[in-house]
């Protein structure tokens, strides 16, 4: 395939650039000289080059114009190719970011559990009941007991929870409602049923955003 150049274009297409060029010229001059015999000469002789040029490397000049399209072609192939990485990158940049944020937003709940009051106090012997059967207890005040090794009491504090999605409520819809239940035809009864059950509970859900931690009362025990 013949690749076009500004520094380099073949043979022909220099010629053809030098007749079109002469013709418009000499056509333009003419057009502001109509009554001249001169310009009307020079106008005939402009347009007898250009036909003559191409009529005698008309076959030339229709593959060298049939390579550029092929070449055009293909860099539109290759600009597409290149705007599908694009977008491929892009998706990528946009998934980390969610990534990152989603990141950000644990750190900074665990970084809360780690500056919050300890929840309760236990002990190293009450961690080793826990391993070995599952139960041990857990005490509200600090320090457990008079006699306490202080540097035995450990602090329990509450882990890092994630943030609370709650869904929106929703209207006993036909449609909605036939989305979510098991039954694929439920009737108005189970839709007005399934409408409350799920506003019910997204209510809690709500609440539970808002309510604050209950800290173990003295002798609670907590499961292993």
């Known amino acids: 395939m013949t690749t076009i150049t500004n520094n380099k274009l073949p043979e022909w297409r220099t010629a053809l650039d030098k007749c079109v060029e002469n013709y418009q010229s000499t056509r333009a001059w003419y057009e502001e000289n109509r009554d001249s015999p001169a310009a009307l000469d020079d106008m005939e002789r402009a347009e007898d080059q ?106 329990l504090y509450r882990h890092a929870q994630p943030t609370l999605v709650v869904p929106p409520a929703i209207e006993p819809d036909y449609e909605v409602i036939k989305s979510i239940l098991p039954t694929a035809n439920p009737d108005e009864y189970a839709c007005c049923i399934a409408a409350d059950m799920w506003n019910a509970c997204r209510a809690a859900m709500l609440q539970g955003k808002t309510s604050a931690v209950r800290a173990p009362k003295s002798g609670e025990v907590s499961c292993g």
Not at 85 to 105: G, T
Not at 126 to 150: H, Q, T, Y
Request: aromatic letters at 6%; proline letters at 3%; charged letters at 35%.
């Open 50 to 155: 250009l036909a003559n040029f191409v009529k005698k490397c008309g076959f030339s000049i229709v593959l060298g114009l049939l390579d550029e399209i092929d070449e055009l072609q293909e860099l539109r192939h290759s600009c597409l190719a290149l705007r599908g990485e694009i977008e491929d990158v892009q998706a990528q940049l946009y998934e980390a970011e969610n990534r990152n944020n989603a990141d950000d937003e644990e750190l900074q709940e665990r970084r809360k559990a780690d500056s919050a009051e300890p929840l309760a106090w236990t002990d190293e012997e009450e961690l080793r009941d826990l391993r070995a059967v599952g139960f041990c207890e857990m005490f509200s005040v600090e320090p457990i007991s008079k006699d306490a090794d202080i540097r035995r009491v450990i602090p």
